[in-house]
């Protein structure tokens, strides 16, 4: 019987058939954003996103997150609170106010063709 640990010989421990060991894939580390320097970083919560757009419900708001590919992603803060960039909020508030004016000026150039007389 060893009496000190360096004497110990290493034995590998047996493993009974069953279900193989997981293996842990290494996930690549993101690439960092630089913002702008004139990038507006402070964050906004839930309640201010839901308060900008016009007082949307929870569950709209989630389905926003979910549904709307151009919506801004939330990122999880410490216990799991989620936070909008401002600016990133405000690019697509802009973006949303551009497609509905161009969306209205279709509808009014195809209306102006329809009532002029041939």
């Known amino acids: 019987m060893p009496t000190h640990d ?17 293996l842990i ?3 690549p580390a993101p690439e960092p954003v630089i913002p702008a320097p004139d ?3 402070s964050t906004l919560d ?3 996103v839901r308060a900008l757009l ?12 979910l549904c709307d590919e151009n919506f801004p992603e939330p990122f ?6 989620r936070r909008w960039l401002r ?3 405000g690019r697509y508030l802009r973006a949303q106010a551009d497609r509905a004016a161009a ?3 279709a509808r009014m150039a195809a209306k102006a063709s329809r009532s002029r007389p041939a």
């Open 103 to 105: 969306e209205k000026a």
């Open 87 to 89: 600016s990133d909020f």
């Open 39 to 41: 990038e507006d970083l």
């Open 76 to 81: 999880s803060v410490a216990g799991g609170f």
């Open 6 to 22: 360096d004497e110990a010989v290493a034995v590998p421990a047996r493993r009974k058939p069953g279900r193989p060991r997981k």
């Open 46 to 48: 839930a309640a201010a």
């Open 25 to 27: 894939q290494p996930v």
């Open 54 to 65: 016009g007082g949307i419900s929870t569950w709209t708001l989630r389905r926003m997150i």
